[in-house]
């Protein structure tokens, strides 16, 4: 079993929808846990980060860190076309090793 | 852009070769971090560097190897190759040595191995 497992999609959605996307992990030492987006043939870009249980919100982003249930997820309020990438999540312990998981591509439909 | 260099963008080789994968962190960047992605494996941290120094390793073959040179630029050295090693290859960089630390990615090196 993957330390982190990630809903794999593929999500399809029309503009302006509200996307959840949704990882889960069995490590409970993990403390940090990041969002990124990978457009196709790019690097990943960091969107979130969020630092043990709660939620944080950024624009039309909001993450979100259940640590009780090893439960993250990543919502995006009135999705665009251009939100259409691979969201991988990924956590930490502490420094060094991230743990990504396998990411759920999503495109927003005009 | 990121700020963050790989050379080369692709690669194609034989199986039993060894290649070189060069990265060049953003200015002011310490840490340099190397990551395989392939289709059946997503992101894998392979291994990361902080000043030079080896920080923290993932799952990287011992016939993978990388080093990090005193003016920061990092090189992954892939050898024995075999067909399940072409993927793409990410380096990254970050200010701090802690993975939490705000990561860039550069473009990739796409290599596959006939």
């Known amino acids: 079993q993957k330390e982190v497992e990630q809903d794999p999609g593929p999500l399809s959605v029309p503009e302006g929808a509200i996307v959840s996307l949704n990882c889960t992990y069995s490590n409970s030492a993990f403390q940090y846990f990041m969002w990124y987006r990978q457009y196709s043939r790019k690097g990943p870009e960091l969107l979130m980060y969020t630092y043990s249980s709660g939620n944080k919100e950024d624009g039309r982003f909001t993450a979100q860190v259940d640590k009780s249930s090893k439960y993250i997820s990543l919502f995006i309020r009135d999705s665009q076309p251009s939100d259409s990438a691979t969201y991988l999540c990924?956590?930490?312990?502490?420094?060094?090793?991230?743990?990504f998981g396998d990411g759920t591509t999503l495109t927003v439909k005009p | 852009d990121s700020g963050v260099t790989q050379t080369p963008k692709h690669l194609i080789t034989a199986t039993g070769q060894r290649v070189t994968l060069r990265c060049s962190p953003r200015s002011g960047d310490l840490s340099v971090y190397w990551y395989q992605q392939s289709l059946d494996q997503g992101l894998q941290f392979l291994i990361q560097y902080y000043n030079g120094e080896e920080r923290a390793k993932g799952n990287i073959l011992e016939r993978f190897s990388a080093q990090q040179f005193p003016d920061l630029h990092s090189e992954l050295n892939l050898s024995s190759l075999e067909l399940g090693d072409s993927a793409l290859y990410f380096c990254?960089?970050?200010?701090?040595?802690?993975?939490?630390?705000?990561?860039?990615f550069g473009p990739g090196t796409r290599l596959t191995v006939l």
């Open positions: 990254a960089s970050s200010v701090g040595p802690d993975s939490y630390n705000e990561q860039f």
């Open positions: 990924a956590m930490s312990v502490n420094a060094g090793k991230s743990t």
